[in-house]
């Protein structure tokens, strides 16, 4: 508004001042122009306004006269004294306005120049020409000419088009659109609160900033009821007030009756609307074609880019696309597919085109729309492969039918397994028996229904199938992966595998040929001698060589081969679990499959459980039950398998009460997948006897117990439930039943060879013995441990170990093991072992300690101070000197800085700035 001030400032000093306002349609000149005229009846000047219409630019002087009545009327209806010059009415007009300026400063504002008549355009010639002396203020817009090719040719030029008279403005001012934080102002403005800074940066970016487009946005909010508050980049895509292309078009039609069909052609094709192709939808000639367009670029609505036409912004684009009948945009979208396969376009402009259009019904279309929907899987869009396939089987080829089903259901599995399910059971009834298509679309199909929890129905659909192999005669090759497949599946659901189908794997004669046959057969051999708890080094072996089998997606074998990596880890293989299951994640991620995600989440969560990391743990766990696929009847495999794990980390970092919703109260309902209900029963088991519920813990327990067995699940490194049942049956005055499980489990630890397994096998041992065997067994368990890396249970050994120190009144080894048991609770997490361990400690004498007992967090301020100057490589006398303390003071505060930062010498303080591992400090009572 300043420049506008400044001309009527400039007028009211009695210098005339001229101003012109240009911009497109929708920038806001004619509302500056009424401003102007407010602010100038508020200062007393006499304000005259007339506009040019369209309609009248034919008509002499049309313009004119409207300035002219406004001036009679000011001049009380009479006009000036002086001879009239019949021959030029400009000088009649000027006449008045001067006579009119002597009583007061006088605005003259015109709007919409280039629609004023020749004569009109003449007179503010004249009138601009004399400005010089009056108070006057002209103010003026200019937007755009838009004419019909017709009338190109004829378009006035000289003394009487406006281009002549606006040259001679003082001044010109080119209006351009809102910034950012004017248009975030008016949409908090328009809800009352903060809108998000993305959906404001998607409003500026869809309106360009265009007052005219953003205040079309926001009626066209509030008539769908979604407040700015609320609104999102996404929402603001979708929105097309449909006023702006009818407001376009009404500007547009008596000047062209082409431009709303040419408009809407190009909303069909982005920014890439070729003249010809436009021409050819439209059915016009390519020269109409192109000056419709050039007048449309000229007008500020199109910008002509490298590839073609296009919109200046998207909202204007998705007005006209909202303006269109579905029937109409489908059939604009398929006469442009048609039009770009003949020019031989490239496959994704053509399928961008496919996706929306009306059936097509040629061969070369279906066959599009599913490359197009591999190549969007690939890049994880999975919404753009849905569209593809859904289009591509409407295209009607039975032969693509089976593979366009397969992926729809590898889609469907992205989001959840239920969706997947139905589509998968239609790809399986497409495809012939016994085929090799069948038998791809059948694993997706028992994964799929595995996920939702229904193993037995699993088992069942692949009963019939393998019999269905073996009607068909197909292939030994083939019916040896299903078999194997079948064999996985009776074990999961509790039965043993039958010798017919499942048992024995079946001895080809050469090795596997397809990738998937090989994937079953090796996971199937990992996973039964895992489960069988003697054979580790096979049980790793073939879980190797199924984990290395290619996939083409990140769904593909995902459950199999997300329990191969809960193997590795269970056969000590910890960082390599981590690592496999990293890429699976960032795999699932990739290609957006939210259920591979989830589930990948799960498995990260058993890791880290089981590594003590216990913060990791719930994150992952939270994530994979938040994120994942939702059911509303059962509970999916993955947020079942992360409920358990969650629960118990809650309770382990001291959160009873969040354990007791998760696990407790949510228990194991009908819904919940059999095949994790040990590990629920398991972590409920192991809360219940660290709340001192031992008789129901006990119960839990050993209902895991028997469900693992049931399932031939004998190794220890599933779930150590002997371990746990022993010991709360030594709590509750059971010492037979105690010592017999304990050796089975010692027996079957020992078989496995995990040094986890051993270890925790060791601990539950040394609990239970007597004498001097107590602190050996309790010793080699944290040796054991330590190995293993599993830091909480190391804890747990540990404060085991110190107990029995100090009950054998070694009181300096107590505090040892206690305050290295302290540590390692600290750095897992564990808030309620760390206050049992802070507690033993004050027993043993030692003084109580805030913080961290070893590590650099442990060290006071003044160890330090005198750490970090000792680092810098000053002599102990040098830092007494900096620090007014004696040197004894100096060599016993580097005496305990070498102890907690377990280091000899000064070479080894550069530890302060990382957490070194703390000591393993076992020793014997003997």
Not at 564 to 574: K, M, P, S, Y
Request: aromatic share 4%; with cysteine; net charge negative.
């Amino acid at each position: 508004m300043s420049f506008l001030e400044e001309a009527l400032a400039a007028a009211e000093a009695g210098m005339g001042a001229s101003l012109l306002l240009e911009g497109g349609i929708g920038t806001g000149k004619s509302y500056l122009l009424r401003a102007a005229l407010r602010s100038a009846r508020s200062r007393g000047f006499e304000a005259i306004s007339a506009r040019a219409r369209q309609s009248e630019r034919a008509v002499p002087h049309s313009l004119m006269y409207q300035v002219r009545d406004q001036l009679l009327g000011a001049l009380g209806g009479k006009e000036p004294p002086g001879p009239a010059n019949q021959q030029d009415p400009s000088a009649d007009l000027h006449h008045m306005v001067a006579t009119c300026a002597a009583a007061a400063p006088v605005l003259i504002a015109l709007d919409d120049l280039q629609w004023a008549d020749a004569p009109s355009l003449r007179w503010l010639g004249h009138l601009m020409a004399r400005l010089e002396g009056l108070p006057l203020a002209l103010l003026a817009t200019l937007g755009c000419d838009f004419a019909a090719p017709s009338d190109l040719v004829t378009r006035r030029s000289g003394m009487d088009s406006p281009a002549a008279v606006t040259s001679g403005f003082h001044r010109r001012t080119v209006l351009q659109g809102l910034n950012v934080d004017s248009v975030g102002y008016l949409l908090a403005s328009a809800s009352g609160t903060p809108v998000d800074p993305g959906a404001v940066g998607a409003c500026h970016e869809a309106t360009g900033g265009n007052p005219l487009l953003v205040q079309a946005l926001l009626r066209e909010l509030w008539r769908t009821g979604v407040s700015p508050a609320d609104l999102s980049a996404g929402r603001v895509a979708e929105l097309g007030p449909l006023e702006v292309a009818e407001e376009l078009g009404a500007r547009f039609e008596e000047a062209s009756p082409l431009a709303g069909p040419v408009l809407e052609a190009v909303s069909i094709m982005e920014a890439a609307a070729r003249i010809e192709i436009v021409a050819e939808l439209v059915d016009i000639d390519t020269v109409s074609a192109a000056d419709v367009l050039h007048e449309m670029v000229r007008c500020g609505v199109l910008t002509a880019g490298p590839d073609g036409f296009g919109f200046c912004h998207p909202l204007v684009r998705a007005s006209f696309q909202a303006g269109m009948a579905p029937s109409e945009r489908a059939r604009l979208h398929a006469e442009t597919a048609k039009i770009l396969n003949a020019d031989a376009a490239p496959r994704e402009q053509i399928a961008r085109h496919l996706m929306h259009s009306a059936m097509i019904g040629e061969p070369w279309a279906g066959r599009l729309l599913l490359d197009a929907a591999d190549e969007a899987l690939a890049r994880g869009a999975l919404r753009e492969a849905r569209i593809c396939l859904e289009r591509g089987l409407l295209e009607g080829d039975p032969a693509d039918e089976p593979r366009l089903l397969r992926r729809l259901g590898q889609i469907d599995l992205a989001d959840g397994p239920d969706r997947a399910v139905v589509t998968l059971r239609r790809t399986v009834g497409r495809t012939p028996e016994g085929s090799e298509q069948r038998a791809g679309a059948l694993l997706d199909l028992v994964q799929a229904v595995v996920l939702t929890g229904d193993v037995t129905g699993a088992v069942r659909i692949m009963e019939a199938e393998v019999a269905g192999f073996e009607r068909s005669g197909t292939d030994e090759e083939t019916k040896a992966g299903a078999r194997a497949m079948l064999g996985l599946l009776l074990s999961l659901d509790g039965r043993a595998p039958r010798p017919a189908a499942g048992g024995k794997p079946a001895v080809l004669s050469a090795a596997p040929a397809r990738s998937w046959v090989r994937h079953a057969m090796a996971a199937r051999s990992a996973l039964h001698a895992h489960w069988d708890g003697v054979h580790r080094a096979e049980a790793l072996r073939h879980a190797r060589l199924a984990l290395h089998e290619p996939v083409a997606t990140a769904n593909e074998h995902a459950l199999v081969r997300l329990v191969l990596v809960l193997l590795l880890d269970r056969a000590g293989e910890h960082d390599e679990a981590v690592r496999t299951c990293r890429s699976l994640l960032e795999a699932g991620t990739t290609e957006g499959s939210r259920t591979v995600v989830a589930l990948a989440q799960a498995i990260m969560a058993d890791c880290a459980f089981r590594a003590g990391r216990l913060s990791e743990c719930v994150e992952a766990a939270r994530a994979s039950m938040e994120q994942g696929p939702q059911s509303a009847l059962t509970e999916w495999l993955g947020s079942a398998l992360a409920r358990g794990l969650l629960g118990e980390a809650l309770y382990e970092s001291g959160d009873p009460e969040g354990a007791h919703r998760v696990l407790i109260e949510e228990g194991t309902a009908d819904g919940t997948p059999a095949a994790v209900v040990p590990g629920l029963l398991f972590h409920r088991g192991r809360i219940h006897i660290g709340a001192g519920r031992t008789a129901l813990g006990l119960a839990d327990i050993e209902e895991c117990g028997r469900l693992m067995k049931m399932r031939g699940w004998v190794n220890p490194a599933l779930y150590p439930w002997r371990s746990e049942a022993a010991l709360a049956h030594a709590r509750l005055g059971n010492e037979a039943g105690a010592q017999r499980l304990v050796q089975e489990e010692l027996t079957l630890a020992r078989a496995w060879g995990t040094s986890r397994a051993l270890g925790t096998a060791l601990r539950a041992a040394g609990l239970l013995a007597r004498g001097d065997e107590r602190v050996s067994l309790l010793t080699e368990s944290v040796q054991w441990l330590h190995t293993a890396g599993a830091e909480l249970d190391e804890a747990r050994a540990q404060r085991d170990l110190g107990r029995e120190y100090l009950r054998c009144r070694k009181v300096r080894q107590a505090r040892e093991q206690l305050r290295a048991g302290i540590a390692l609770a600290e750095r897992c997490g564990a808030h309620t072992l760390l206050r049992e361990l802070r507690q033993d400690l004050v027993e043993a004498g030692a003084r109580p300690r805030r913080g961290a007992e070893t590590g650099p967090g442990s060290l006071t301020p003044a160890e330090r101070r005198t750490a970090l100057l000792a680092a810098e490589g000053l002599t102990n006398k040098a830092i007494a000197n900096r620090l007014f303390v004696t040197r004894r003071t100096v060599e016993m505060h580097l005496s305990r800085v070498y102890r907690k930062l377990s280091i000899t010498d000064r070479r080894g303080l550069h530890a302060m700035t990382g957490g070194q591992d703390p000591p393993l400090v076992v020793e014997s009572c003997a």
